[in-house]
Nanobody, 123 residues
Framework: QLQLVESGGGLVQPGGSLRLSCVAS????????IGWFRQAPGKEREGVSC???????YYVDSVKGRFTISRDNAKNTVYLQMNSLKPEDTAIYYC?????????????????WGQGTQVTVSS
């Protein structure tokens, strides 16, 4: 059973940076598509980024050019580097995984989820 644990959230001023980590245990991430999602208070969960072995990398338009998803297979870890943060990036961020060579279209297709890490962008 794949387990995911996020870390790296916190309070940051607008324009600042954070790097979120998603550490996996129970299985190697080599054959998994990994997604980052976020949910702000009163809003629906939103897909932020996804990376898969065959399908490349995707970003929601609002974070393109600011966020970067990456993997360290040796550490079984996926990262989300977030630069030029804005107040509207404030949310709980979750990583999710699905054993698939391509990124699933729907968040409902991701079987494994972490517990989330809070990101707050405020002055």
């Amino acid at each position: 059973q794949l387990q995911l644990v996020e870390s790296g959230g916190g309070l940051v001023q607008p324009g600042g940076s954070l790097r979120l980590s998603c550490v996996a245990s129970g299985s190697t991430l080599d054959y998994y598509a990994i997604g980052w999602f976020r949910q702000a208070p009163g809003k629906e969960r939103e897909g932020v980024s996804c990376n898969s072995r065959m399908g490349g990398t995707y970003y929601v338009d609002s974070v393109k050019g600011r966020f970067t998803i990456s993997r360290d297979n040796a550490k079984n870890t996926v990262y989300l580097q977030m630069n030029s943060l804005k107040p509207e990036d404030t949310a709980i961020y979750y990583c999710a995984a699905q054993r698939s060579p391509l990124c699933p279209i729907s968040s409902a297709d991701f079987r494994s989820w972490g517990q989330g890490t809070q990101v707050t962008v405020s002055s």
